[in-house]
T-cell receptor, first 116, second 108 residues
């Protein structure tokens, strides 16, 4: 079954404690992306990756890191989480067939992070 | 700065009504406009529009893109309670830029 898998689904942690949210896709997609969703603000892109070893900042990259060492995985790292990073996070992937995410994105089920 | 704006932000109607959701975009190197439906979990894909004036249809849902006006609409006819969701539109270029979403509530 084609899917994007995020872990964990829920996490409550404290300020400053490094955490990683994993994302894996089994569709051999080139393009992967992280979004955060906050009430009234829609989905905002954090980072995206066009392919292995190629990553770029989205609209709200501050406080986050990513890496793309393998095509299927795109982890999101919060080195020193703060309460304003409390949010619902989605990982997504798509085929590119060119230079961008021109095909519909497949989304993971989301990770709800609470930073106390 | 790229932006996508949806209206209304919230809409409450009765079952059986027809609704029109709006999306306007300013996206550099725009390639396509996508609509998603989000219920309790992840957004699910509805439509991708790349050509102006060509309506895409799926059951009671339809959508059209107007590249001259930099806008798109999503129509839902004969609404059902199962249509209650947040509807998101996004402009696609090198990255995907989402609007704030329209929260649609269908009352029986």
């Amino acid at each position: 079954e084609a899917q994007v898998t995020q872990n964990p689904r829920y996490l409550i942690t404290v300020t400053g404690k490094k955490l990683t949210v994993t994302c894996s896709q089994n569709m051999n997609h080139e393009y992967m992306s992280w979004y955060r969703q906050d009430p009234g603000l829609g989905l905002r892109q954090i980072y995206y990756s066009m392919n292995v070893e190629v990553t770029d900042k989205g609209d709200v990259p501050e406080g986050y890191k990513v890496s793309r060492k393998e095509k299927r995985n795109f982890p999101l790292i919060l080195e020193s989480p703060s309460p304003n990073q409390t949010s619902l996070y989605f990982c997504a992937s798509s085929s590119t067939r060119g230079q961008g995410p021109y095909q519909p994105q497949h989304f993971g089920d989301g990770t709800r992070l609470s930073i106390l | 700065e790229d932006k996508v704006v949806q209206s209304p932000l919230s809409l409450v109607v009765h079952e059986g009504d027809t609704v029109t959701l709006n999306c306007s975009y300013e996206v550099t190197n725009f390639r396509s406009l996508l609509w998603y439906k989000q219920e309790k979990k992840a957004p699910t894909f509805l439509f991708m529009l790349t050509s102006s004036g060509i309506e895409k249809k799926s059951g009671r849902l339809s959508s059209i893109l107007d590249k001259k006006e930099l806008s798109s609409i999503l129509n839902i006819t004969a609404t059902q309670t199962g249509d209650s969701a947040i509807y998101l539109c996004a402009g696609s270029a090198q990255k995907l830029v989402f609007g704030q979403g329209t929260r649609l509530t269908i009352n029986p």
